[in-house]
């Protein structure tokens, strides 16, 4: 009955293609031919999803953190402390890992590139059909790093360029789809009728044999997104605490200890990944639930560093990184 936690996993395809529908339409597959509890999976995915990527970020970037920042509720403990640990936040952060992961394999001359460019692909299309903002804030870095790689092959700007580019042809058109597919309010309902004829196997205390559904599979059926928050501009706490402002301010510290506040070699390396970062985040933070967005920008800008320092080393970051003449 919680609608905005299990309810998001539970989108599916009993409408047809929509959006963020893939995790359900795998859920529902497995429990109905297993006889196992949608729930039962929701939390098993979803353990799996924060153990993982936790395992992830230690092994990535235990040397280049304080290990009490990656522990910390800013990043891995983040979906426990604030009540997200059942969204798919730690699983598309997982992929995005893991899509770094096979990258490093390539720099490292450890896989061919048509392997890598396919197992990236497959990552970033499950993450995509799971929810479609790993489009916004997912590609952009690994399209640069794609990039990088042609560079170091010694190809031109605009080669290399291309080339990034059509190499994740698929999950671009993949993040496309999900914005022409955004839903209705029929397929939401089908959503809702078809959990209702699992209802043997989804305990429920009343949501379920409701008439319309509610939280996020009704939110598939909304004609504009509802979950833009104008409050962000308008509200205040106590009549002194304005909210864009106070957000802000947390975006900021955060980032200064993600940069660190001791001097070290690290510091200009780290504050240009994770404003890279930030520019492809920023249009999540017009929405609600903006401490799930911070958590996805600093894991993912942890391992995005950890991938740079790797392959180029702290030094060469941004003076080699970068130069494209």
Same mark, same amino acid.
């Given at each position: 009955?919680?609608?905005?936690?299990?309810?998001?996993?539970?989108?599916?395809?009993?409408?047809?293609?929509?959006?963020?529908?893939?995790?359900?339409e795998?859920? %529902?597959?497995?429990? &109905?031919?297993? =006889?196992?509890s949608?729930?039962?999976?929701?939390?098993?995915?979803s353990?799996?999803?924060?153990?993982? $990527?936790?395992?992830?970020i230690? *092994?990535?970037?235990?040397?280049?953190?304080?290990?009490?920042?990656?522990?910390?509720?800013?990043?891995? $403990?983040?979906?426990?402390?604030?009540?997200?640990?059942?969204?798919?936040?730690?699983?598309?952060? @997982?992929? *995005?890992?893991? &899509?770094?992961?096979?990258?490093?394999?390539?720099?490292?001359?450890?896989?061919?590139?048509?392997?890598?460019?396919?197992?990236?692909? @497959?990552?970033?299309?499950?993450?995509?059909? =799971?929810?479609?903002? *790993?489009?916004?804030?997912?590609?952009?870095?690994?399209?640069?790093?794609l990039?990088?790689?042609?560079?170091?092959?010694?190809?031109?700007?605009? %080669?290399? &360029?291309?080339?990034a580019?059509f190499?994740?042809?698929?999950?671009?058109?993949?993040?496309?789809?999900?914005?022409v597919?955004?839903?209705?309010?029929?397929?939401?309902?089908?959503?809702?009728?078809?959990?209702?004829?699992?209802?043997h196997?989804? +305990?429920?205390?009343?949501?379920?044999?409701?008439?319309? +559904?509610?939280?996020?599979?009704?939110?598939?059926?909304?004609? =504009?997104?509802?979950?833009?928050?104008?409050? $962000?501009?308008?509200?205040?706490?106590?009549?002194?605490?304005?909210?864009p402002?106070?957000?802000?301010?947390?975006?900021?510290?955060?980032?200064?200890?993600?940069?660190?506040?001791?001097?070290? +070699?690290?510091?200009?390396?780290k504050?240009?990944?994770?404003c890279?970062?930030?520019?492809?985040?920023?249009?999540?933070?017009?929405?609600?639930?903006?401490?799930?967005?911070?958590f996805?920008?600093?894991?993912?800008?942890?391992?995005?560093? &950890?991938?740079?320092?790797n392959?180029?080393?702290?030094?060469l970051?941004?003076?080699?990184?970068?130069?494209?003449?």
């Amino acid at each position: 009955d919680n609608s905005w936690t299990v309810g998001e996993w539970l989108i599916s395809y009993a409408g047809g293609f929509v959006r963020r529908g893939l995790p359900g339409e795998l859920i %529902k597959i497995i429990s &109905s031919k297993f =006889s196992l509890s949608p729930i039962l999976l929701v939390w098993v995915l979803s353990i799996f999803s924060i153990v993982s $990527l936790g395992l992830l970020i230690l *092994y990535s970037c235990k040397n280049l953190f304080e290990k009490s920042f990656l522990l910390s509720q800013l990043i891995i $403990l983040a979906p426990i402390s604030e009540d997200y640990l059942v969204r798919k936040d730690t699983l598309i952060v @997982l992929f *995005y890992g893991l &899509s770094l992961l096979t990258l490093r394999l390539l720099f490292k001359g450890n896989i061919n590139k048509i392997t890598c460019i396919f197992i990236i692909n @497959l990552f970033s299309i499950i993450a995509i059909l =799971s929810h479609e903002s *790993y489009g916004i804030w997912g590609l952009p870095s690994l399209i640069f790093t794609l990039f990088l790689f042609e560079r170091s092959n010694k190809k031109n700007l605009i %080669k290399s &360029s291309f080339l990034a580019l059509f190499s994740l042809l698929p999950a671009f058109i993949s993040f496309l789809l999900c914005w022409v597919f955004r839903g209705d309010l029929n397929q939401s309902l089908s959503i809702h009728q078809s959990w209702q004829t699992l209802s043997h196997l989804l +305990p429920s205390s009343g949501a379920l044999q409701a008439l319309k +559904p509610s939280g996020a599979i009704a939110a598939i059926g909304y004609e =504009s997104s509802r979950v833009y928050s104008s409050s $962000l501009i308008s509200q205040f706490n106590l009549s002194v605490f304005w909210h864009p402002a106070m957000w802000l301010l947390t975006i900021f510290l955060t980032m200064r200890l993600f940069i660190g506040v001791e001097k070290n +070699p690290n510091q200009d390396a780290k504050r240009f990944v994770v404003c890279f970062q930030l520019i492809a985040f920023l249009p999540m933070f017009l929405f609600v639930d903006i401490g799930r967005w911070i958590f996805m920008w600093l894991s993912s800008s942890a391992l995005l560093f &950890s991938f740079l320092e790797n392959i180029f080393g702290v030094n060469l970051i941004i003076q080699n990184a970068l130069r494209i003449k």
